[in-house]
C-alpha cells in the first residue's frame, strides 16, 4: 500500500509558477514509477507528467512540454512538479499517482493522492 498527498497547489496569476509536492509513504518508493494527471471542471482527468523510478525517463504531455518538469527524490520519498508560465487552461485539480508500471494512462497507476487544487487567475 502506498499513501500520497499532494501539496503546493493555489491561485497563481497567468504567468507564474508553482511547485507541487508528492509525498509518498509505505515500502519501495523508489520502485514506483511517478506520474501526474490533472482535472478541470467538466472534463476528463488528463496525463500531464510521468517519471521512472530511477528519474532517468520522463514523460510530457505537449500541452505542458517545456513549462512543467517532472522529478522525484527517492531519499525523501517526493516527487515534484515545478510549473512556470502558467496558463489560465492549467487550471484544475491536480493529482500524483504511484505505480510500477510507467506510462500516459490514468489505467496504469494504481495508487492516488487526494488531488490539490490550482487556479490560475487571466
Known amino acids: 500500500q502506498v499513501y500520497l498527498a499532494e501539496t503546493g497547489g493555489g491561485l497563481v496569476q497567468a504567468g507564474g509558477s508553482l511547485r507541487l509536492s508528492c509525498a509518498a509513504s509505505?515500502?519501495?518508493?523508489?520502485?514506483?514509477?511517478m506520474a501526474w494527471f490533472r482535472q478541470a471542471p467538466g472534463k476528463e482527468r488528463e496525463f500531464i507528467a510521468a517519471?521512472?523510478?530511477?528519474?532517468?525517463?520522463?514523460l510530457y504531455a505537449d500541452s505542458v512540454k517545456g513549462r512543467f518538469t517532472i522529478s522525484r527524490d527517492n531519499a525523501e520519498n517526493t516527487a515534484y512538479l515545478q510549473m512556470n508560465s502558467l496558463k489560465f487552461e492549467d487550471t484544475a485539480v491536480y493529482y500524483c499517482?504511484?505505480?510500477?508500471?510507467?506510462?500516459?494512462?490514468?489505467?496504469?497507476?494504481?495508487?492516488w493522492g487526494q488531488g490539490t487544487q490550482v487556479t490560475v487567475s487571466p
Open positions: 499517482a504511484a505505480d510500477d508500471r510507467f506510462g500516459r494512462s490514468q489505467w496504469e497507476y494504481t495508487w
Open positions: 509505505g515500502p519501495s518508493f523508489s520502485y514506483y514509477a
Open positions: 517519471i521512472s523510478w530511477s528519474g532517468g525517463t520522463t
